[in-house]
């Protein structure tokens, strides 16, 4: 437990969001979160208290989405182990300055980047890892020595509830509370003064946000969504394509930022590839998915409903069944949507997987560039060049090649997105980042004050000219 002024944290349902930033902001005025000893023993309450919790955590996440525990554990609570033991390793060295390089012109001087906190930030989190994507940004936050609120999704209240006991338990509220709740409470967190909002969630939410941000000219990491798509060249292995885009796609039931939305397919391979993925789905969650303790569920009613409306366009090429009182919804593959169907002009966020005939690699690439940029692309070729000439010629927030999602798990990288997916990043050393503000300092002694840059300047041009 850390040691801190006051105790607990547990916020009521009705709380005022004016008071918590301020109780936040007297605390990070104290100064106390800025050594190395503060952030280092933040980091250690976090680990313990998601140990201790870990069993708690896995059954909320059971609750919520039917998540089974080895599948919470290998996309949720087992990486964020891992973030922490990667920002405790590395901590010292993120918050050491970072060296620049000084003119000739402002000689002698030496430049760096000192990396400061950002101070009281807000953390808004979704409803589709709830528990990931709510701790991930919080080692950021401590690890960069800010405080934080966490409002964890509505829509996962067990997740929400367990989140609440075990950060109240290992802070104090003026070094991080959580405020459970929905719109109303989002809201009015959003009404106040920030140092940095990081929100994960939809596009059109992330619209809100950065206007109620715009509003204090608060900073913002935006992770958001959108539609990730699969390019399939002739040259790639289709069974290990297929498996690997199967196993992308309906983990979760479908409800992963980055899961492949859609499928960029020649029209030939169409017919094999959708029998590999069946295939695939058969050898993961076996004869009937409904049975399979390792298959998840919809969310919630409206998402259910809404999945079912997507999946009226275009023809069902395997899969389609569904119960609406368990909000089962089975692996799909969808073939002849419309493009300008609502399937394959709204991220689709469920098991459903639309292919799309595409002749060549050209007109894949014109596709996805005519289209706002992906939070993730994914391309499949034998023919290295291939790849290559996707990842250059398309933009997105992340990419992988020949595989999906896997590059949320390289910790070294930024993790985000770009234009419509998203502003920002983190993940290991760029969640450090995007919690600080990199401030540019140049020391200068006060010796050799050479006159050159003062007045009189006249007969100096050409010496200028020389230097610059
Ligand atoms: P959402 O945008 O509906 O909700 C996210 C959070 O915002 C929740 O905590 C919610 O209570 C709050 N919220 C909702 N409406 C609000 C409003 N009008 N004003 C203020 N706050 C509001 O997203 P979701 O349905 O929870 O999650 C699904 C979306 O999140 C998908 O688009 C998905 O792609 C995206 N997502 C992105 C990432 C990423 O890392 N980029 C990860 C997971 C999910």
Known sequence: ??????????????????????????????????????????????????????????????????????????????????????????????????????????????????????????????????????????????????????????????????????????????????????????????????????????????????????????????????????IIDRSADLEVTARRIAWGKYVNAGQTCIAPDYVLIPPELKGRFTELVQKAVRSFYGDDTRTSGDYGRIISTRHFERISALAAHGKIAFGGERDAASRFFAPTVITDAPVTSPLMQEEIFGPLLPLVDCPSIEDAIRFVRARPKPLALYSFARDASVNERVLRETSSGGAVTNDVCVHFAAEGLPFGGVGESGLGGYHGQASFDAFSHRKSVVKRPFLLDMALRYPPYGGKLSLFKRLM
């Open 1 to 230: 437990m850390v040691q801190s002024p006051s105790r607990p944290a547990a916020v009521p349902p009705s709380f005022d969001a004016k008071a918590l930033v301020e109780k936040q902001r007297a605390y990070f005025e104290t100064r106390v979160t800025l050594p190395l000893q503060w952030r280092r023993e933040q980091l250690q309450a976090l680990d313990r208290v998601a140990h201790k919790y870990e069993a708690e955590i896995l059954s909320a996440l059971k609750s919520d989405l039917s998540k089974s525990p080895e599948e919470a554990f290998l996309t949720e609570a087992g990486s964020i182990y891992g973030e922490i033991k990667n920002a405790l390793k590395n901590l010292k060295g993120w918050m050491k300055p970072r060296k620049g390089s000084a003119p000739i012109v402002i000689q002698p001087a030496r430049a760096y980047q000192y990396s400061e906190p950002l101070g009281v930030t807000l953390i808004i989190a979704p409803w589709n890892y709830p528990y990931q994507l709510s701790i991930a940004p919080l080692i950021g936050a401590l690890a960069a020595g800010c405080t934080a609120v966490l409002k964890p999704s509505e829509l996962a209240p067990a997740t929400s509830s367990v989140l609440r006991r075990m950060l109240s338990e290992a802070f104090p509220p003026e070094i991080v509370s959580v405020v459970e709740g929905g719109v109303e409470e989002s809201q009015a967190l959003l009404a106040e003064r920030w140092d940095l909002i990081f929100f994960t969630g939809g596009t059109q939410v992330g619209r809100v946000v950065a206007e109620a941000a715009a509003r204090h000219l608060t900073p913002t990491i935006l992770e958001l969504g959108g539609k990730s798509p699969c």
